[in-house]
């Protein structure tokens, strides 16, 4: 194989998700580009790696010093969406039906991995808090045991700030799912948080 | 969005069989690597584009004018496996079992995406087979209706080296498939081209 077709099958395997036939494909895909695309795509992953930063309220990624979102001042900020990572910031964000603010984890507490408190942006969430203006926190992460295990340290520290109210995304059967296919967790879960029929909506 | 999150994962979506939702995934696992790593990935990427050559004899990928098949003088350059793309000739070769050269054809003719006899490198192959040293070709390119096509038009160009052998590759059931899923036409093909087993080896 020619090396320089050899080094980027072996760049692009560093990817998740991209075994050595897929690099090849993507690589004779390039090759099919024009030069200018390919500069292109080679430069947006330079720049981003380099010139990406982590918003200093929130740690969620931006271009500027404050994303967009904390410097938004149509924004409600006394209400603090507390999320995993990124990706759940941009579902959540999709919806277009939240208008809080967020604060970003970067992870949640895995001893497997050697993730603490300490790796996460917990302090930054607290400092936060201590200015008073925050009247809700919501929790969305995962329900995995690395997720309920950050639940219950976050839920700690907030018992420091008895002013604010803390909530948690329901869990309960999404639409489209069926019931045969959910798990007993989720129906238990769906079961105890029935809710009842507005008499007007009968 | 950030505007460079956007911008790497608009990138990454050109490629084949990546989407909005993959393409964030690997922004994130680019952002979790060494900056060195993710300079290494955008160059390789960069430089397979403007470096990498076509063999100005096989039309292989090459780091040179000539690749090292095509210049290693112990291969047995009186046999050319003419192949469709660089993918299959790299399939070849992983299998050690082929010890002549090639020839690759960058597709097949394919009227329905506008490619012609013209756009393959149908006459490099009758250049070399002018020489007089080539004594077999062995077509290895697929049976969809282009690559069909394709092997017509080539077996009507040889018609005039009728001292080349042509063989095609043997079409049969692959190893570990199971007839009871194998279609029809290759069951066919498989009857017609039996073999008779060696009274040796009985």
């Not at 099919?32 to 309220?57: G, N, Q, T, V």
């Not at 002013?163 to 309960?172: E, S």
Request: net charge negative.
């Amino acid at each position: 194989m020619p090396r320089l077709l050899d080094n980027v099958c072996s760049e692009l395997q560093r990817l998740p998700g991209i075994g050595r036939r897929t690099a090849l494909r993507l690589a004779m895909h390039i090759l099919k580009m024009d030069p200018e695309a390919a500069d292109s795509l080679s430069e947006s992953i330079k720049r981003f790696r380099h010139e990406i930063r982590y918003c200093a309220s929130c740690n969620n990624l931006s271009d500027t010093d404050i994303c967009p979102i904390c410097s938004d001042t149509r924004r409600d900020h006394s209400t603090i969406c507390v999320v995993e990572q990124v990706q759940d910031l941009l579902s959540i964000e999709n919806t277009g039906q939240y208008h809080g603010v967020y604060h970003v984890l970067g992870g949640v507490i895995s001893p497997m991995q050697g993730i603490g408190p300490s790796d996460l942006k917990i302090d930054l969430l607290a400092d936060k808090l201590l200015t008073g203006q925050v009247r809700e926190v919501i929790i969305a992460i995962s329900t995995s045991v690395e997720g309920e295990t950050t639940l219950f340290y976050l839920l700690n520290r907030l018992r420091a700030f008895p002013d604010v109210k803390v909530t948690t995304i329901a869990r309960g059967i999404g639409f489209g799912d069926e019931l045969e296919y959910v798990d007993e967790l989720t129906i238990t879960h769906a079961l105890l948080n029935r809710r009842e029929v507005d008499s007007g909506a009968r």
